[in-house]
Each structure stands twice: as structure tokens, then as C-alpha cells.
């Protein structure tokens, strides 16, 4: 899964999961293009948000 599709099926805009982790918008659009990577602790905090685990936040789905 990657954080996009991740936060899609959570049924959240990016503006949406921004607010409510307290970041800014640009911060998720980042990390879902890849320009950058969240630290570890918010890694935990997205994975709550979006309803899933941090293994499948950072797994590929070509993984197995």
C-alpha cells in the first residue's frame, strides 16, 4: 500500500488527514510523492488515522 492510496481508503483528502494530525497539506503531498518521508512517530500516527498497520503502510503490494 502506499500513503496515498492508504489515505484515499480511509476516505480522507489530503487536507482532511492533514488536519487532523496537525501538519500542513503540503507535508502529506510530499510524503505521498516521495520528495520526502515521515518521521517514525508519525508513521504510528497515519497508520491509526488511516485504519491500518505501520507493516502495511510501508509495504509494496508487490510484497509479499
Known amino acids: 500500500m502506499n500513503f ?7 476516505g480522507l483528502t489530503i487536507a482532511e488527514a ?3 494530525l496537525d501538519i ?3 507535508a502529506i503531498y510530499q510524503w505521498e510523492k516521495g520528495q520526502t518521508f515521515p518521521e517514525a512517530r508519525r508513521l504510528a500516527q497515519l497508520a491509526d488515522l488511516y ?6 503502510l ?3 503490494n508487490a510484497d509479499p
Open 24 to 26: 500542513t497539506p503540503a
Open 58 to 60: 510501508l509495504r509494496d
Open 51 to 56: 485504519g491500518i498497520t505501520v507493516d502495511e
Open 4 to 10: 496515498a492510496r492508504a489515505r484515499e481508503n480511509a
Open 18 to 20: 492533514a488536519k487532523k
